[in-house]
Structures are given as structure tokens and as C-alpha cells.
């Protein structure tokens, strides 16, 4: 398999495991979200300990964590990672699966903003076109709910900015992955112990099933993570973007025809104007791409010896 393919292959794997989470967070109920998001922690830093034994790559978590600036970069990245766990988690078990897909839909947008006031990153006109209209789209959508989407509003925040924490440390996916799960894996140990302590706790209390499902999170975390970074080592950053939309696509098809939540003609509205500013946003960046490539391909060829 070409390296093209296997990028592509890896990232619509990644992004339709993203997908199914709707259906899997469920399975870990009669837990919280809070028990969920702290076994997810700690089962994740035991299997991705695990890989890097196997591929051994501690000389890349050794190497990160003898860097203060790293270190401190990537722990606010576990807490906004831990803290988009946790948002998605409620959201998927109080039956609001529509709105965290909104989230996810919302994401690019919030992510080209943050360039702009983290980075001084400047937007194309067509860029600032779809930025003004998801912002109709929010406003359209509050109407609907009678409040802001704070869901999907925190989940595009958290992630956004745990993309700029990433961007500002250069770890590879694994360790990275490693580090901030160990910087945040006392708290969630201890989280652990509280509710367990408090008999609120259901590892050992709801059957070998139920703790089996528990110890998976750390499979189901890890895993497209791992085959996101495959892709994006491998396929172009368009087409990265484009496959990015079967998350939110996959998880509103989920909330609408498996948990049958309500979609009343204003939310669909909204919804409507949020995929037309993601049309703008994505036939801008595809056009920058391709006049980006010609550029290249015009560009005279030097020979080095």
C-alpha cells in the first residue's frame, strides 16, 4: 500500500472511531462521567506505556520531559483535553449527542479564530466570510435552545485550544500522549479513590463486564489518535480537513436516527447555515491548496550534491 492510501485509510479510521464514540460512551454507564474520564486517564497511560515499550520510543518521552517548556505546554494540554473528555462524555450520556456533534462541526472554524488572536495569523476574505457566518449560525441556534450551545460551544473551545497547545510543542502523537496522561494521572487516581471511597465507584461494583468495558477506554482513546497521526504524516493538510467532517457527521446521524433526539426546523436551520460556512471555509482552503501546488510545481528544481 502507497503512502498516499495508508494516510488516507488512517485517518478516515481515526475520524469514524471518533464517530462511534456516541455509541460506546453508553456502554460505560451506570459509571460517571468523572469515573469515566479518570479510568480513561490512567488505562490510556498503561496501554500507550505499553506501545512505546514495544516500538521503543522512551528515548522521544525522555527527551520531551527533560524540557520544562514542553512539560508545561503539555500539561495544559491534559487539562484541556481531560476537560473536553469530560464535556463530551455528559453531553453523550444526558442525551444531547446532536449538540456535541455541533461541537465538532464548529471546531474548524473556532481553530482558524484562535490562529488569528494566538498566532496573529491572518483569514483570506472568504475565511472571515465563513467565520461571520457560523456566528449567525450560534446566534440562530440559541434562539432555538432558549440558551448559547454551551455544549458544543466548550467542546470546539477545548479542543481548539488543546490544538494550540500542540502546536506549540513538537512531541510525536505516542509520547506526547504518554506525558499528558501522566501529568494528569494523580488526579485521576485520586478521583478514583474518592469514589470509591464515597461507594459511588463502579469498577468493582457492576460485574467483569463492566470493568472490562472501563480498561477499554484506554484502547479506544489511544488507537485514532495513533492512526490521526499516521495520516497527517502521510496525506496533505486539506485533505486531513475534509476528513474531519465524518466525526460530526457520523455522531449527528447517530443522535438523530439511533437516540432519536429532537431536530425541529430552526435547529436544522442552524445547522444548515453551520455546514454552508464549513462549504465557504473548505472550497477556500481547497482553492489556496491548489493555487499553493502550482505554485510549487512553477518553482525551479535545485540540484544539491
Same mark, same amino acid.
Given at each position: 500500500?502507497?503512502?498516499?492510501?495508508?494516510?488516507?485509510?488512517?485517518?478516515?479510521?481515526?475520524?469514524?472511531?471518533?464517530?462511534?464514540?456516541?455509541?460506546?460512551?453508553?456502554?460505560?454507564?451506570?459509571?460517571?462521567?468523572?469515573?469515566?474520564?479518570?479510568?480513561?486517564?490512567?488505562?490510556?497511560?498503561?496501554?500507550?506505556?505499553?506501545?512505546?515499550?514495544?516500538v521503543r520510543r522512551w528515548g522521544h518521552v525522555r527527551a520531551a520531559a527533560r524540557n520544562p517548556r514542553s512539560l508545561l505546554v503539555l500539561a495544559g494540554a491534559a487539562v484541556l483535553i481531560?476537560?473536553?473528555?469530560?464535556?463530551?462524555?455528559?453531553?453523550?450520556?444526558?442525551?444531547?449527542?446532536?449538540?456535541?456533534?455541533?461541537?465538532?462541526?464548529?471546531?474548524?472554524?473556532?481553530?482558524?479564530? #484562535?490562529?488569528? =488572536?494566538?498566532?496573529?495569523?491572518? !483569514?483570506? /476574505? &472568504?475565511?472571515?466570510? @465563513?467565520? $461571520? +457566518?457560523?456566528?449567525?449560525?450560534?446566534?440562530?441556534?440559541?434562539?432555538?435552545?432558549?440558551?448559547?450551545?454551551?455544549?458544543?460551544?466548550?467542546?470546539?473551545?477545548?479542543?481548539?485550544?488543546?490544538?494550540?497547545?500542540?502546536?506549540?510543542?513538537?512531541?510525536?502523537?505516542?509520547?506526547?500522549?504518554?506525558?499528558?496522561?501522566?501529568?494528569?494521572?494523580?488526579?485521576?487516581?485520586?478521583?478514583?479513590?474518592?469514589?470509591?471511597?464515597?461507594?459511588?465507584?463502579?469498577?468493582?461494583?457492576?460485574?467483569?463486564?463492566?470493568?472490562?468495558?472501563?480498561?477499554?477506554?484506554?484502547?479506544?482513546?489511544?488507537?485514532?489518535?495513533?492512526?490521526?497521526?499516521?495520516?497527517?504524516?502521510?496525506?496533505? #493538510?486539506?485533505? =486531513?480537513?475534509?476528513?474531519?467532517? !465524518?466525526? /460530526? &457527521?457520523?455522531?449527528? @446521524?447517530? $443522535? +438523530?436516527?439511533?437516540?432519536?433526539?429532537?431536530?425541529?426546523?430552526?435547529?436544522?436551520?442552524?445547522?444548515?447555515?453551520?455546514?454552508?460556512?464549513?462549504?465557504?471555509?473548505?472550497?477556500?482552503?481547497?482553492?489556496?491548496?491548489?493555487?499553493?501546488?502550482?505554485?510549487?510545481?512553477?518553482?525551479?528544481?535545485?540540484?544539491?550534491?
Amino acid at each position: 500500500m502507497d503512502e498516499r492510501r495508508l494516510g488516507v485509510f488512517s485517518g478516515l479510521g481515526a475520524y469514524a472511531l471518533w464517530g462511534l464514540f456516541p455509541l460506546y460512551f453508553p456502554l460505560l454507564e451506570p459509571a460517571g462521567g468523572l469515573e469515566i474520564v479518570a479510568h480513561r486517564v490512567l488505562w490510556s497511560l498503561l496501554f500507550v506505556g505499553i506501545l512505546l515499550t514495544v516500538v521503543r520510543r522512551w528515548g522521544h518521552v525522555r527527551a520531551a520531559a527533560r524540557n520544562p517548556r514542553s512539560l508545561l505546554v503539555l500539561a495544559g494540554a491534559a487539562v484541556l483535553i481531560a476537560a473536553n473528555w469530560l464535556i463530551f462524555v455528559y453531553g453523550v450520556n444526558s442525551g444531547q449527542v446532536v449538540e456535541t456533534s455541533l461541537g465538532y462541526f464548529i471546531n474548524p472554524l473556532v481553530s482558524v479564530l #484562535l490562529g488569528v =488572536v494566538v498566532f496573529s495569523e491572518r !483569514l483570506r /476574505p &472568504l475565511q472571515w466570510v @465563513a467565520v $461571520g +457566518v457560523a456566528a449567525v449560525a450560534v446566534l440562530v441556534l440559541t434562539l432555538d435552545y432558549g440558551r448559547p450551545p454551551w455544549i458544543a460551544l466548550s467542546l470546539a473551545a477545548t479542543f481548539g485550544l488543546y490544538g494550540v497547545m500542540k502546536k506549540l510543542v513538537a512531541v510525536e502523537a505516542a509520547p506526547g500522549l504518554f506525558l499528558e496522561t501522566a501529568l494528569v494521572a494523580v488526579p485521576a487516581a485520586v478521583t478514583l479513590g474518592v469514589l470509591h471511597g464515597g461507594g459511588e465507584g463502579t469498577f468493582a461494583n457492576a460485574g467483569a463486564g463492566h470493568a472490562l468495558l472501563l480498561m477499554s477506554s484506554g484502547v479506544a482513546t489511544a488507537v485514532p489518535l495513533l492512526l490521526f497521526a499516521t495520516a497527517a504524516r502521510r496525506i496533505p #493538510l486539506s485533505t =486531513v480537513g475534509l476528513l474531519q467532517y !465524518l466525526t /460530526p &457527521l457520523m455522531q449527528l @446521524a447517530i $443522535g +438523530v436516527f439511533v437516540y432519536d433526539e429532537p431536530m425541529p426546523p430552526a435547529r436544522l436551520a442552524g445547522f444548515v447555515i453551520v455546514w454552508v460556512a464549513l462549504a465557504v471555509f473548505t472550497a477556500d482552503m481547497l482553492r489556496h491548496a491548489r493555487a499553493g501546488a502550482r505554485r510549487t510545481s512553477r518553482d525551479p528544481v535545485v540540484v544539491t550534491p
